[in-house]
């Protein structure tokens, strides 16, 4: 199995392709087929993808994939769980059964990628709605005594959807907030009430994802850079291999020349202070374009920029090489943050709303929590599709799990809103 190249963290894999593609090829005329193995980088997430995978060197006979994940989850947490059987089966179908490449994982976590101003809406997942929804069936799990919530394994796999959760809202959130801002710069339109608010929620999602790794010991950026220095044997050793392990993870190279190639959004410490060092001088220059009425100098802004990155490079601050907090209650405080109250909306059935409103942005989520929340931040937003576009819509089945009551195609309106700007 051939992974990312730079260990990249998401979510992904083709978990029917490993399942048949090993026996099919031992079994075809003439096979040369000698043993399975697999690239050692990213190898620290996607446990059941990993474990199909070395598994499939001592099967030569086809069986139930949908059997086998449900086994693989009572392996893992030791106990035969409702929800965290719900959260499995929605990841293998809507996670581990894809087809991806590099570009795949460059579009799964915007944050850790050179701050910009607007995403492509061409690059996009179609599952983010699906994450969201495991993160919540293993929040349940824990709530309802289904599972230890201390146990090693349970907390790792929750931080984890955390942590791609954190990087689905981030991208909903920047198209929203991009789109708001490019009203501005190409428009000429005052939109400092919608900038300035979803600039803020940028920042503070960041900052709360790093609070979410901080609880679990494989999520710490502090293990990586002293692991490193371990090796040192002289003062000049340590400074050169805390140098390397802090220049491999961000610029990899002294100008950058594969920037962010094996960038880290699940590492804590990095995230935080890097990645949120980085946006933070991103949206200061946003926010004072929009509040002043100038363009960006984006000259200042690259010089600025690449002082930071340099800086934290050359940093010898120390980070925890030890959690800290409880991985369940602050996963479930950050999945009720993150979710607006659609009790707030009028639900015009089956009816869309056309004429003079015009699109703010298409989310990579068609959970009206979520929607909620982003149309609750922009005071431009009258409401929202709950289907969105049609290559946003997983299912019906996964549909009718998170709005039962609302049909498709239906239109949620703010009533307080009057502007002509709507989400999708």
């Given at each position: 199995?051939?992974?990312?190249?730079?260990?990249r963290?998401?979510?992904?894999?083709?978990?029917?392709?490993?399942?048949t593609?090993?026996?099919?090829?031992?079994?075809?005329?003439?096979?040369?087929?000698?043993?399975?193995?697999?690239?050692?980088?990213?190898?620290?997430?996607?446990?059941?993808?990993?474990?199909?995978?070395?598994?499939?060197?001592?099967?030569?006979?086809?069986?139930?994939?949908?059997?086998?994940?449900?086994?693989f989850?009572?392996?893992?947490?030791?106990?035969?769980?409702?929800?965290?059987?719900?959260?499995?089966a929605?990841?293998?179908?809507?996670?581990y059964?894809?087809?991806?490449?590099?570009?795949t994982?460059?579009?799964?976590?915007?944050?850790?990628?050179?701050?910009?101003?607007?995403?492509?809406?061409?690059?996009?997942?179609?599952?983010?709605?699906?994450?969201?929804?495991?993160?919540?069936?293993?929040?349940?799990?824990?709530?309802?005594?289904?599972?230890?919530?201390?146990?090693?394994?349970?907390?790792?796999?929750?931080?984890?959807?955390?942590?791609?959760?954190?990087?689905?809202?981030?991208?909903?959130?920047?198209?929203v907030?991009?789109?708001?801002?490019?009203?501005?710069?190409?428009?000429?339109?005052?939109?400092?009430?919608?900038?300035?608010?979803?600039?803020?929620?940028?920042?503070?999602?960041?900052?709360?994802l790093?609070?979410?790794?901080?609880t679990?010991?494989?999520?710490?950026?502090?293990?990586?850079?002293?692991?490193?220095k371990?090796?040192?044997?002289?003062?000049?050793?340590?400074?050169?291999?805390?140098?390397?392990?802090r220049?491999?993870?961000?610029?990899?190279?002294?100008?950058?020349?594969?920037?962010?190639?094996?960038?880290k959004?699940?590492?804590?410490?990095?995230?935080?202070?890097?990645?949120?060092?980085?946006?933070?001088?991103?949206?200061?220059?946003?926010?004072?374009?929009?509040?002043?009425?100038q363009?960006?100098?984006?000259?200042?802004?690259?010089?600025?920029?690449?002082?930071?990155?340099?800086?934290?490079?050359?940093?010898?601050?120390?980070?925890?090489?030890?959690?800290?907090?409880?991985?369940?209650?602050?996963?479930?405080?950050?999945?009720?943050?993150y979710?607006?109250?659609?009790?707030?909306?009028?639900v015009?059935?089956n009816?869309d709303?056309?004429g003079?409103?015009?699109?703010?942005?298409?989310?990579?989520?068609?959970?009206?929590?979520?929607?909620?929340?982003?149309?609750?931040?922009?005071p431009?937003?009258?409401g929202?599709?709950?289907?969105?576009?049609?290559?946003?819509?997983?299912?019906?089945?996964?549909?009718?799990?998170?709005?039962?009551?609302?049909p498709?195609?239906s239109?949620?309106?703010r009533?307080?809103?009057?502007?002509q700007?709507?989400?999708?």
């Amino acid at each position: 199995m051939l992974l990312i190249f730079g260990g990249r963290r998401g979510f992904y894999g083709n978990a029917t392709r490993l399942a048949t593609g090993p026996i099919d090829d031992l079994a075809a005329p003439g096979s040369t087929m000698v043993g399975i193995g697999a690239t050692p980088e990213a190898t620290e997430m996607m446990p059941p993808i990993f474990d199909l995978l070395f598994e499939m060197g001592w099967r030569s006979k086809t069986f139930d994939l949908n059997v086998w994940f449900r086994n693989f989850a009572q392996r893992r947490y030791g106990v035969d769980s409702p929800s965290l059987a719900a959260a499995t089966a929605l990841m293998q179908e809507h996670v581990y059964n894809m087809q991806y490449n590099y570009g795949t994982t460059k579009n799964l976590c915007w944050f850790e990628n050179s701050p910009q101003v607007w995403i492509d809406p061409q690059n996009r997942v179609n599952n983010a709605t699906a994450i969201l929804q495991a993160f919540r069936l293993f929040i349940t799990a824990a709530a309802n005594n289904e599972v230890d919530a201390t146990l090693s394994t349970f907390r790792y796999d929750l931080v984890d959807l955390g942590r791609q959760v954190a990087c689905n809202l981030f991208a909903d959130l920047l198209a929203v907030h991009g789109s708001e801002y490019q009203r501005f710069q190409f428009g000429g339109v005052n939109t400092t009430a919608s900038v300035l608010p979803t600039s803020a929620a940028l920042l503070g999602l960041i900052a709360d994802l790093d609070k979410l790794l901080y609880t679990h010991d494989d999520f710490l950026v502090g293990h990586w850079i002293e692991d490193a220095k371990a090796w040192a044997a002289t003062p000049a050793d340590l400074a050169l291999l805390e140098l390397n392990a802090r220049n491999q993870i961000t610029l990899w190279g002294p100008d950058g020349e594969i920037n962010d190639y094996a960038a880290k959004n699940g590492y804590q410490g990095l995230v935080g202070d890097y990645y949120g060092g980085r946006w933070a001088i991103h949206q200061q220059y946003i926010d004072q374009s929009v509040v002043t009425g100038q363009q960006v100098n984006w000259n200042a802004y690259s010089a600025d920029l690449t002082r930071f990155q340099w800086g934290w490079n050359t940093n010898t601050s120390l980070y925890p090489t030890s959690p800290s907090g409880n991985s369940f209650t602050t996963a479930a405080a950050f999945a009720q943050k993150y979710t607006g109250n659609p009790a707030n909306y009028q639900v015009l059935t089956n009816t869309d709303i056309e004429g003079s409103y015009v699109d703010i942005a298409q989310a990579w989520h068609v959970d009206t929590g979520v929607l909620t929340w982003l149309c609750d931040l922009d005071p431009s937003c009258v409401g929202f599709n709950t289907n969105g576009f049609a290559p946003l819509v997983l299912d019906s089945n996964i549909t009718s799990i998170l709005a039962p009551a609302l049909p498709s195609r239906s239109f949620l309106v703010r009533g307080s809103c009057v502007d002509q700007f709507r989400l999708w």
